[in-house]
T-cell receptor, first 112, second 111 residues
C-alpha cells in the first residue's frame, strides 16, 4: 500500500504563472488535507476535502488559490498568478476518517 | 489565533537522557491529540496519539501525557537517540474537523 504521493517534489514557477500541485491519497482514504509550511514556520492548514466536496477551506487565501478532490484522480491544489510569497513547502495528508492523517513528502514551490 | 502552541522553538538533550516536548492548547473541544516528527525536506511522520478520555499513552520509547484541566500535553522520549533529532509538531483534532498544528519544536540530541 503506497503512501501519500505528491508530485512534483520540486516546482519552479515565474511570477504570474500557474502552479498545480498533485496529491494521491493512500488507498482507501477519502479525506485529504493541504497544509503549507513557510520558511521557519509551522504547518498552516489550508483546506480539507472529501471526495468531490470541500469541507473546510478556512485556511485558503481568498484569491488565486483553489483545491479540488474529484471522484477519480488526485487532489489538485492550484495557485494562479504566483507571487514570491507563495514560495513554500506544500504538504498533503490523507486519512480514512478524520483522525490520524498520513503525510506525503511535500512539494517545494519556488517562485522566481 | 493560535489554538495549539509549542512555546519552545528548540530543545537540546544529551543522548541517553529524557527529552520532554510540551504543547498547550486553548480549545477545550479538542478530543484527540497527535505528535508528528519531521525531518528536513520530508513530510511529517505520525508518532503517537492520545484520546481525550485518556491521560497517558505509551509506545516504546515514546509516551504522551495529557492534562485536560491544564490543557497541556507532553511527549517524553526516553532514552533519547541521535536519530530523534528532528522537528516535532503536536496537533489537535475536534470531531470531524481538520488537524490544527503547533509551530513545532526542533529537538537536537547531542552525542
Amino acid at each position: 500500500n503506497a503512501g501519500v504521493m505528491q508530485n512534483p517534489r520540486h516546482l519552479v514557477r515565474r511570477r504570474g504563472q500557474e502552479a498545480r500541485l498533485r496529491c494521491s491519497p493512500m488507498k482507501g482514504h477519502s479525506h485529504v488535507y493541504w497544509y503549507r509550511q513557510l520558511p521557519e514556520e509551522g504547518l498552516k492548514f489550508m483546506v480539507y476535502l472529501q471526495k468531490e466536496n470541500i469541507i473546510d477551506e478556512s485556511g485558503m487565501p481568498k484569491e488565486r488559490f483553489s483545491a479540488e478532490f474529484p471522484k477519480e484522480g488526485p487532489s489538485i491544489l492550484r495557485i494562479q498568478q504566483v507571487v514570491r510569497g507563495d514560495s513554500a513547502a506544500y504538504f498533503c495528508a490523507s486519512s480514512p476518517v478524520a483522525q490520524v492523517a498520513f503525510f506525503g513528502q511535500g512539494t517545494r514551490l519556488t517562485v522566481v | 489565533d493560535q489554538q495549539v502552541k509549542q512555546n519552545s522553538p528548540s530543545l537540546s538533550v544529551q543522548e541517553g537522557r529524557i527529552s520532554i516536548l510540551n504543547c498547550d492548547y486553548t480549545n477545550s473541544m479538542f478530543d484527540y491529540f497527535l505528535w508528528y516528527k519531521k525531518y528536513p525536506a520530508e513530510g511529517p511522520t505520525f508518532l503517537i496519539s492520545i484520546s481525550s478520555i485518556k491521560d497517558k499513552n505509551e509506545d516504546g520509547r515514546f509516551t504522551v501525557f495529557l492534562n485536560k484541566s491544564a490543557k497541556h500535553l507532553s511527549l517524553h522520549i526516553v532514552p533519547s537517540q541521535p536519530g530523534d533529532s528532528a522537528v516535532y509538531f503536536c496537533a489537535a483534532l475536534f470531531g470531524n474537523e481538520k488537524l490544527t498544528f503547533g509551530t513545532g519544536t526542533r529537538l537536537t540530541i547531542i552525542p
